[in-house]
């Protein structure tokens, strides 16, 4: 029997299916997609042909993340769905959970999707994220949700530190704890001068920060490194894991491109079609999977060795353009 290729990073697969959203919060790098750009949805027919290509040639997926924007506004998103469960993998959809009701909850979890991954910077604001633009989040209807996605699968939280909500980091520990999502992700923003909404001049300075507040993030390391049971440092992946005695998680994160840790997660696929190579610089290459193997593994290896895979190499070129 012919054993299946290894492909992609660690035999993860993220697909950006739109790079459209609800939201329009300061920080949003959308994936690497441009900000500024027409929205986008990645067909259905790219997706199976995709799943195809996997299936064709053998090649080992064993996660996939589905993401956006905000993957929830995709017309198809559960046709999406039904097609990657072909590849009998793990399936986790990342969300700012303001368009999830229990209904489509449960209807994610009947399609395959095991565990959400939820952008929550907030839940006892206005909003649950610093949105820009749009109007008010229910953030009633968002904690309803989180209580009762919890209970139906598995459920972890990304919260970003920011001057929008550093004083509630700790209350939305302790609301995760009670509610039995077992992990919460704190996420350090680096240089946010170079992305997203911050570099605009009408935004409010509400929401604009020159990260003071990342002094908060260290804050929040040194408090609960020391109450952890059990300690993990994944420089590679730019984190620490913090283990405790009720089975929760804590995951402190420093800004992808402090290590370099975008060439140690998932392969990326964008809303394009295109394998992403930087999400900063908005740098990507185009992959077609009605091409041979040997075609598009060229294709993703050449756009992997191009990741600066290193804070030393991001800020030396930055302000280059890749030869692609």
């Not at 459209?20 to 042909?49: I, M, P, R, W």
């Not at 986790?92 to 939820?118: C, F, M, P, Q």
């Not at 949105?131 to 209807?141: G, L, Q, R, W």
């Not at 290590?259 to 140690?264: D, S």
Request: glycine residues 4%; contains cysteine.
């Amino acid at each position: 029997m012919e054993e299946s290729k290894t492909l992609f990073n660690l035999n993860k697969l993220r697909v950006a299916i739109t790079n459209a959203c609800n939201l329009s919060c300061f920080y949003c790098h959308n994936e690497g997609q441009d900000l500024n750009c027409k929205k986008t949805f990645l067909s259905l027919t790219y997706v199976q042909n995709m799943v195809d290509w996997i299936i064709k040639n053998k090649v080992q997926v064993d996660y996939i993340n589905i993401t956006g924007g905000e993957p929830m506004v995709h017309p198809q998103i559960f046709e999406i769905i039904d097609e990657l469960n072909k590849l009998n993998c793990k399936i986790r959809l990342n969300t700012n959970a303001t368009l999830l009701s229990e209904e489509i909850v449960d209807k994610l979890k009947n399609h395959g999707v095991y565990s959400l991954k939820i952008g929550i910077d907030s839940l006892f604001a206005k909003q649950t994220k610093p949105n820009v633009y749009k109007a008010e989040i229910n953030v009633s209807n968002v904690l309803n949700i989180l209580n009762y996605a919890s209970k139906k699968m598995g459920v972890v939280l990304n919260t970003v530190v920011t001057k929008f909500n550093y004083k509630d980091i700790d209350k939305i520990i302790e609301f995760a704890r009670k509610t039995k999502i077992n992990r919460v992700k704190i996420i350090k923003l680096n240089d946010t001068n170079s992305r997203g909404y911050n570099q605009r001049d009408d935004i409010s300075n509400d929401f604009k920060t020159s990260q003071p507040e990342a002094n908060w993030y260290y804050y929040f390391f040194t408090k609960y490194v020391t109450s952890a049971s059990k300690t993990v440092n994944n420089p590679y992946k730019g984190r620490t894991d913090l283990y405790f005695d009720d089975k929760f998680e804590i995951r402190l994160c420093d800004d992808i491109c402090t290590h370099g840790a975008c060439g140690n997660m998932y392969t990326e696929i964008n809303c394009l079609g295109e394998i992403l190579i930087c999400q900063r610089l908005n740098k990507s290459l185009p992959v077609d999977f009605n091409n041979s193997y040997d075609n598009v593994a060229n294709i993703i290896n050449h756009a992997n060795s191009l990741m600066c895979n290193s804070k030393t190499n991001y800020y030396k070129y930055r302000d280059k353009k890749y030869s692609i």
